[in-house]
């Protein structure tokens, strides 16, 4: 039997079109440029890498007259490698053209501190190079009225870099301390130092007694009694118990010193260093002192 055709019959709808599959395309993501804020010359990103130049290296400058007028503004460049190369230049001024550098000297220390707070370690190792260089320079110059208060700076700059945790920057403030004690007088350079061996900070603290200490080795008696000997073994009263071993070695040096130049023209030598002991301190800081000391 024949099928009749259903008029009601859905109509019948064409086939949907297939959904096309999306493409994905890569596109590459541009690297930023790091512009000079001088030059505005883009440069690369990448780290750079310093050169620290001995002092030995460091050779005069051609126009020195001409470089000394731009020298301030150059080291407060934005650009951080010219203000490395600045500080080399003041180093060069400082070994071949000092009479160039020291009507400017306050400015120069100032901003040689200042620099050394800066977290990038080559611009901070390449200025405490350069406080080293000015140092060996200028000597006793520092400690004058105009560049006292500078100096301070740089010293407990140098003194906090000497006590942090990146070892080539901590050796070279050490050399540096080691070099500033070398060549100035060991007593106005002990009444700086005297503040700072009961800093809160005991490594700053430390590395300040071992300084003290090289000075008062290089003091005879006479210089002691004028920083005051009571003063001078209480100093060391303090430090013989303290939590680091340098700044406990650095007591016993001072106490050694103090006990020679005391003692150097007595026959009862110990019996004159237990009565002085007895008479500058309090019974068991005396102790303590007399047993660090060996005869």
Excluded at 96 to 103: E, G, I, V
Excluded at 131 to 146: Q, R, T, V
Excluded at 264 to 277: G, H, L, R, S, T
């Amino acid at each position: 039997m024949a099928l009749r055709p259903i008029d009601n019959a859905l109509p019948t709808t064409p086939n949907r079109p297939k959904k096309q599959p999306k493409i994905a395309i890569a596109t590459q993501k541009q690297q930023p440029l790091t512009v000079n804020d001088e030059t505005h010359v883009p440069v690369p990103s990448a780290d750079v890498t310093i050169d620290y130049i001995s002092s030995d290296n460091l050779k005069p400058m051609l126009d020195p007259e001409a470089k000394i007028q731009s020298l301030i503004e150059d080291l407060d460049s934005k650009n951080w490698i010219k203000v490395c190369e600045s500080l080399n230049d003041v180093r060069r001024f400082a070994l071949h053209h000092s009479s160039l550098l020291f009507p400017i000297l306050e400015k120069i220390v100032l901003v040689v501190a200042k620099t050394m707070k800066n977290p990038r370690s080559a611009l901070c190792k390449t200025s405490i190079m350069a406080a080293s260089d000015i140092f060996n320079a200028f000597g006793d110059k520092l400690l004058d009225p105009s560049t006292s208060e500078a100096f301070d700076g740089l010293l407990i700059q140098l003194l906090l870099k000497a006590s942090q945790d990146k070892k080539f920057v901590c050796e070279e403030a050490e050399k540096a301390l080691g070099l500033m004690v070398g060549t100035l007088t060991p007593l106005p350079l002990l009444q700086k130092l005297r503040g700072y061996v009961s800093h809160s900070n005991l490594r700053v603290r430390a590395k300040a007694a071992v300084s003290l200490s090289k000075c008062v080795s290089k003091m005879g008696l006479e210089e002691m009694e004028e920083f005051g000997l009571k003063e001078l073994i209480e100093v060391a009263a303090d430090l013989v118990n303290d939590r680091l071993p340098d700044a406990r070695d650095a007591a016993r040096s001072i106490s050694t010193c103090m006990y020679d130049a005391l003692t150097k023209d007595e026959e009862q030598k110990m019996e004159v260093w237990q009565n002085f002991c007895h008479s500058k301190l309090p019974p068991i800081h005396a102790i303590s002192i007399l047993k660090i000391v060996k005869p």
